[in-house]
């Protein structure tokens, strides 16, 4: 990790205000002492600042002070003696050019001396509003033997908010139509909704699993250490919940310490929720809206769809879909030269991320699709970049992160 | 070896022969130089000219590229002789004086021309039937039987697909899952019947695909090697009574018994190599011996090393004949052996070893013996025959399958109903499966001709019984059960030799009746065939059945007509017939259907403590009503001759609603479901306290197929063919065959559905019951026209055969999206009505249909131009090659709105071949 620090370092020569010695005797003299305060604002990540504000507020009289630097390390700022809660709020300049918004916890400052030297960390503050993905993991892995290994694979989902949220009733979906192929479905819904083929929903009462800000969850396809003899795969013992295949002939064991989530919906048998494992669809996070319930989306948001094949023959199907507004985060896979159309609203995502750079890429095996980081919020836990466009808010090809075990901040 | 030996003793003959006139010429020799031409005065090559002198010392050469031989002898009287396999045989003497130079002019041979049929011809018998003869087969140049079906009409040169099973398809254009038809076509070789009742081949790693699984089409004809059949008669029209178990029609290949020249073949084209060597003998003492060895090599695809097919086929063949008081005895036996191998070596990527093989190998020895008395001509009885075949097969399928499992899976183990304790997969393992199938067929056939007239008919009666036996006596599959193949199997293995025999019992009587009423010519088949099926348990219904098969043939030969300087024949011939194919033992005897439901999948990876439970439940999918499939056959078909101009044309009707049908059936369970979070461990038990562990209710509706007589396969259609005379100025003759084919294939039983979907975390719990399936009407007209020259100055043979559809319409039938009722979990069938549309998972069984099912989708015109040649190059060594597509083109269709274009995809195809006679 590369550190930048910034040092501003502001010195502020106040003058003593010269008392008028011209006042009549008769009024009280309130002497009003002004202190110099000088301050040292610490970032990470940061290449410069661009602009900053720093509001001080006077607990006892209320006073407010404002004040604003542009493009300079220097802060300047007369206060006089007294009890203060500070706050600071700015932009700062990645190094990559990329601007994000810096801010400061609210701290207590008591303005006592002639010079207070007060250090403030600024901390990312570039929230969304709602829980993101910020890994999906979908490639699986090949063994020694040079088998497919299609186990193992996750969804990290992070809380990019300054809140605690809840996980509880979470939805995740994959898409049920391919990036990699625009059949023209009718009728054309992604303006209003998403087309799924799968649909998991996390479990709870809707305080039961929350997520410190900036802290993430790992839903594991099969909380099992996937870590074999001949297999490199992540440890995910301790994932927050897990989708093993427990219908049909085929089974998975069932991890009793992580919570199972209910697949309330796929076009495939034995409630099988099976990630696409060259990416060639799309993964959105959703929320029911209040009043919304497993049973009444089932049966209001049937979708039908046909469209034609290049022979001209129609092909018809019957899917669910989940409404845009209820989604809080969507993100498209494809392969670079096979994409052919977004499998989202461009509001939900205008981009698209990938793993594989062609369909048998046998390099795509351990890597991920993650989210750029921004820096690090004020519990020291990353900020993610989320502008809607995973062409840019993702790194795409990156090796999957909870090769490393998971690690929570 | 004996090949070369041969030759090296020809050529020192040759040497002898040039030495000792050179020797003893020395004195006063005269040179007699002899030029054979053609009328056209075109030099014939490699005419045999033998010069016999008055002492009868015969003097051989072969004239040379000009035409030429020269002879240096000493003056005397010869006689010559001059053959060519083209041209008459002439004679005559010379008074040899001094040097004498003469032109012969031969004739071309017009038997030899007539007798030069590179196609298949069409029987003037009682019902349409193929007869194609070696020279077509040489010409064609076969890699397997599959080859010789592009001369039916309806068929087209195809490329060999020799690493897949090849299933026959006679008169239909084929649909997948309708193979009740292929295995309904009786194969039969020298009088016997290739028998595949006892045929249940399968492979245990269901992942790797079931290399030539063939236990439900019957023969895989890439398995018949061609080299040394004569001739194959193709009835695809009713067979007489005597032929029985099958419904499509009949292929009866003879092959060559008595003398041959040592041959020897040698066959290369873009997927394979084949080898031939073969040689007949009479002997002094009357024995006709043959021997042969066939062997194949194709690959998938030239560059594929790991995929390839194999087959290696040996034969001994007798014949003796014995005759004492005017009676001749017959007796012709056979000693075959037939060997193939599928073998595919996986290769997953390079840089991997290469753990996992596929070996499909299937060997069969048999021995025919078929006595035949032949009464004379002033008897009664015309014949008997006893024909006794006796095969037994060795087939086996090994496989070694590196296995992954996902993580640590846990499988069931027991083979009953019940609660069980399932066992957990170590994660990954190589697996070694095998089955081993050991199917023995013995048939026995009798058979009396009886010929007498009375009041101007003739009377020939064949009458006989039939017994077939068929016997799988193998292991069949073979694996540890704790490290199967494949995860999720719905079987457990079985031994084939557990199962019982299949035995066909069949006694037919049949008269062909010929009749002249004035110039009429009348013919007139009437034939009864009944069989059963014995040694078969009392539960099955068909164990108390006859199938009764009646047949007729009827042929009017009209009065010959003259028209200019000829007479135009005509016959018109009707045939009615229905016959049974009986079910084989692996669709009498599928194996039972395991259900394996998870109650527990436990694994606490912190502390390694895991188990598994299943509740089993074990169903036999024996079918005990399924019967015979029976097809109704009927055809008339008109013949013109005139002047060597020979046209047919027949319509022809088959029905069968009868046929074999893997239909889809549901079954509803229900069980506990433990959770994992909800287990409570015991460690002293060393696994979970179920009794105080919390459990929920678990439904399912599981998915299992048996067979059924639930399948309709309608086919009619027009076969036609016509061929001219070889027009003697440019020794050329037209053939032009083609059929139009309509085959509809659709369910006959009410078919059971099941969207596939998952709801609530559990698998939807509704089957619909439809009154219809996919269906599928299609049509074609197919064309194959051949142009063939014979020059019998060079013996060489070209032809083009222009192939192609005329026209192709293939058809979906419509479906009913909506059932007319359902069973749910209950296992009762409900109506389904406005009501249940209604309903959030009702709503689900009201099918995805397509608006384009219905509507036909109509490909047009294609065209193949595909040539051969093949040519005498040098004394008895022939070369031949051909071209397939050369030139193609397929017209562009609209469908839906939609334009489609077309094109040839893999181009030409070519091969080559050289044959020795020697």
């Known amino acids: 990790m590369k550190f930048r620090q910034i040092y501003l370092a502001v010195l502020l020569t106040v003058m003593s205000l010269t008392v008028s010695s011209c006042l009549s005797d008769d009024n009280a003299t309130e002497l009003t002492q002004n202190a110099v305060v000088s301050m040292t604002f610490k970032v990470d990540d940061v290449k410069e600042i661009k ?54 916890k609210n701290e207590m400052l008591d303005i006592t001396s002639q010079v207070t030297n007060v250090n403030i960390k600024l901390t990312v503050k570039q929230f969304t509003d709602d829980f993101i993905f910020e890994e999906l993991f979908y490639t699986g892995f090949q063994t020694n033997e040079g088998k497919s290994y299609q186990t193992g694979r996750y969804f990290k989902i992070v809380n990019n908010t300054d809140r605690v949220l809840y996980a509880d009733g979470l939805l995740i979906a994959q898409s049920d139509f391919m990036t990699t192929r625009d059949n023209k479905e009718t009728p054309f819904i992604l303006d209003e909704a998403f087309v799924c083929q799968s649909v998991m929903m996390l479990p709870g009462n809707g305080t039961d699993y929350p997520v410190e800000p900036g802290d993430f969850i790992v839903i594991a396809d099969n909380a099992q250490n996937h870590n074999l003899p001949n297999v490199a795969g992540p440890d995910l ?173 | 070896m004996k090949c070369a030996t041969h030759l090296a003793k020809h050529i020192f003959l040759t040497i002898v022969l040039l030495f000792s006139s050179l020797l003893f010429g020395q004195g006063n020799k005269v040179s007699l130089s002899l030029r054979a031409v053609d009328s056209a005065k075109i030099l014939i090559t490699d005419a045999t000219i033998i010069a016999v002198d008055s002492k009868n010392q015969s003097y051989i050469q072969l004239t040379n590229d000009k035409g030429e031989v020269i002879f240096s002898l000493t003056p005397d009287n010869y006689t010559i002789h001059v053959n060519h396999i083209g041209f008459q045989h002439e004679e005559f003497s010379v008074s040899l004086l001094g040097d004498l130079s003469r032109e012969i002019v031969l004739t071309p041979n017009a038997n030899i021309l007539e007798e030069m049929i590179i196609t298949a011809t069409e029987s003037k018998g009682l019902t349409s039937t193929s007869v194609i003869n070696r020279q077509a087969m040489e010409h064609l140049q076969p890699s397997s039987f599959t080859d010789l079906m592009e001369l039916l009409p309806g068929g087209q040169a195809k490329d060999p697909i020799l690493t897949s099973v090849n299933p026959v398809l006679l008169r239909e254009n084929g649909s997948s899952g309708y193979n009740t038809s292929s295995l309904g076509v009786q194969f039969m070789m020298d009088g016997n019947v290739l028998n595949s009742n006892a045929d249940l081949q399968v492979s245990s790693n269901t992942t790797s695909g079931p290399l030539g699984k063939t236990s439900h089409i019957g023969i895989d004809m890439r398995s018949i090697a061609t080299n040394d059949i004569e001739s194959v008669e ?121 753990t996992d093989s596929y070996k499909n190998s299937k060997q069969y020895f048999s021995l025919g013996n078929n006595l035949q008395l032949n009464f004379p001509e002033y008897a009664v009885f015309n014949n008997v025959k006893l024909n006794t075949y006796i095969s037994q097969g060795i087939e086996d399928i090994k496989g070694s399958v590196f296995v992954q499992q996902s993580g640590r899976n846990a499988i069931p183990i027991s083979n009953e109903t019940g609660v069980n304790e399932g066992v957990f997969l170590p994660s990954s393992y190589v697996s070694n499966y095998k089955t081993q199938g050991r199917p023995l067929n013995i048939n026995t056939t009798l058979q009396t001709t009886l010929g007498f007239v009375t ?131 692996a669709l009498l005897y599928p194996q039972d259907r395991y259900f394996d439901m998870a109650q527990v999948s436990y694994y606490d990876p912190q502390n390694d403590n895991y188990y598994a439970q299943f509740y089993t439940y074990r169903m036999s999918l024996q079918n005990q009503s399924l019967i015979g499939a029976k097809n109704i056959k009927r055809e008339i078909r008109l013949d013109l001759a005139y002047n060597k101009h020979k046209f047919y044309i027949t319509y022809f009707d088959e029905k069968m609603s009868t046929g074999f049908r893997d239909m889809t059936q549901f079954m509803g369970f229900e069980y506990d479901r433990y959770e994992a979070k909800d287990i409570v461990w015991n460690d002293e038990l060393g696994r979970p306290n179920l009794d105080s562990s919390t459990s929920t209710n678990k439904q399912v509706m599981s998915q299992y197929s048996h067979t059924e007589n639930g399948s309709n396969t309608f086919k009619t259609g027009i076969e036609f063919g016509y061929s001219s005379p070889r027009f003697e100025s440019i020794n050329t003759r037209f053939t032009l065959n083609g059929a139009w084919f309509k085959t509809t294939y659709s369910n006959s039983a009410p078919i059971l559905h099941r969207p596939g979907l998952s709801v609530n975390g559990q698998e939807f719990l509704y089957a619909g019951i439809y009154a219809d399936d996919n269906g599928y009407r299609r049509s074609s007209l197919v064309y194959n026209l051949v142009v063939d020259t014979y020059l019998p100055s060079l013996d060489m043979n070209i032809s083009a055969s222009l192939q192609g559809d005329l026209f192709r319409r293939d058809l979906n039938l419509n479906r009913v999206a909506a059932p007319y009722a359902y069973i749910g979990i209950d296992n009762v069938v409900h109506e389904y009505t406005e009501e249940s549309m209604k309903d959030p998972m009702l709503q689900h069984l009201v099918r995805n249909v397509s608006s384009t099912d219905g509507m036909e989708k109509r490909t047009p015109f294609t065209f193949n131009a595909n040539f051969k040649i093949s040519k005498r190059i040098y ?18 269709y609209t469908f839906n709105g939609v334009k489609v274009n077309r094109k040839d995809d893999s181009g030409p195809y070519f091969g080559m071949e050289i044959n020795f006679n020697i």
Not at chain 1, 58 to 85: C, D, H, Q, W
Request: net charge negative; hydrophobic share 30%.
């Open chain 1, 51 to 104: 602009e900053l504000e720093v509001e001080f507020t006077e607990v006892n009289t209320g006073m407010k002070t404002i004040e604003k630097a542009e493009n300079t390390p220097y802060f300047s700022v007369a206060l006089p003696v007294g009890s203060y809660r500070m706050s600071s709020e700015g932009i700062g300049i990645l190094e990559d050019g990329e601007e994000v918004i810096l801010g400061s």
């Open chain 1, 237 to 409: 013992t301790k994932a927050d919940f897990e989708f093993p295949t427990l219908d049909g002939p085929k089974v998975q064991p069932d991890n009793p310490s992580v919570p199972n989530v209910d697949v309330i919906y796929t076009k495939m048998n034995f409630g099988m929720f099976v990630m696409h494992d060259r990416g060639y669809t799309g993964y959105i996070i959703a929320r029911f809206p209040d009043g919304e319930s497993v049973d009444s989306w089932l049966s209001e948001h049937k979708y039908d769809y046909s469209y034609l094949t290049g022979s001209g023959k129609e092909q018809s199907f019957s899917r669910y879909k989940i409404p845009n507004n209820w989604i809080l985060d969507g993100v498209n896979n494809s392969i670079p030269d096979k994409l052919e159309r977004l499998v989202t609203s461009a509001g939900i995502d205008s981009g698209f991320t990938y793993c594989a750079t062609s369909d048998g890429d046998k390099g795509r095996y351990g890597k991920s699709v993650r989210r750029k980081g921004l820096g690090q919020n004020e519990f020291g836990r990353e900020v993610y970049k989320d502008t809607n466009n995973s062409s840019v808010d993702f790194v795409p090809e990156s090796r999957a992160s909870l090769l490393d075990g998971i690690i929570h901040n």
């Open chain 2, 234 to 354: 193709v009835i695809r029209g009713i067979p007489t009574a005597a032929y029985g178990d099958l419904t499509s029609g009949l292929i009866k290949i003879n092959r060559k018994v008595g003398y041959t020249p040592l041959q020897a073949r040698f066959k290369v084209d873009g997927f394979s190599k084949l080898y031939y060597v073969g040689k007949g003998i009479d002997t002094k003492s009357g024995w006709r011996l043959n021997a042969s060895v066939d062997f194949l090599d194709a690959k998938s695809e030239p560059r594929n090393v790991l995929e390839n097919y194999k087959r290696v086929s040996a034969s001994l063949r007798s014949e003796k004949a014995w005759t004492l008081n005017d009676t001749e005895l017959v007796w012709k036996s056979n000693l075959d052996y037939s060997g193939t191998i599928d073998n595919d070596k996986f290769d997953p990527d390079t840089g991997f070893d290469r």
């Open chain 2, 455 to 585: 009041g101007g008919i003739s009377h020939e009666i064949e009458s006989g019984i039939e017994f077939r036996y068929s016997k799988n006596n193998g292991d069949g599959e073979v694996y540890d059960p704790m490290l199967p193949p494949t995860l999720g199997v719905v079987k457990r293995p079985r031994p084939f030799k557990d199962i019982p025999a299949s035995q066909l019992l069949a006694a037919y009587i049949g008269d062909r009746m010929e009749y002249d009423l004035g110039a009429h010519h009348l013919q007139l088949y009437g034939g009864l065939r009944m069989s059963k099926m014995l040694g078969i348990s009392k539960d099955f219904s068909i164990s108390d059945r006859v199938f009764v098969e009646p047949r007729v043939n009827f042929q009017w030969g009209l009065p010959e007509v003259k028209i200019g300087n000829d007479f135009l024949k005509t016959d018109i011939t009707v045939g009615y017939g229905e016959l049974y194919k009986q079910p084989t033992l």
């Open chain 2, 875 to 892: 004394k008895s060594v022939k070369a031949s090659m051909f071209v397939n597509r050369l030139f193609t083109h397929y017209e562009s």
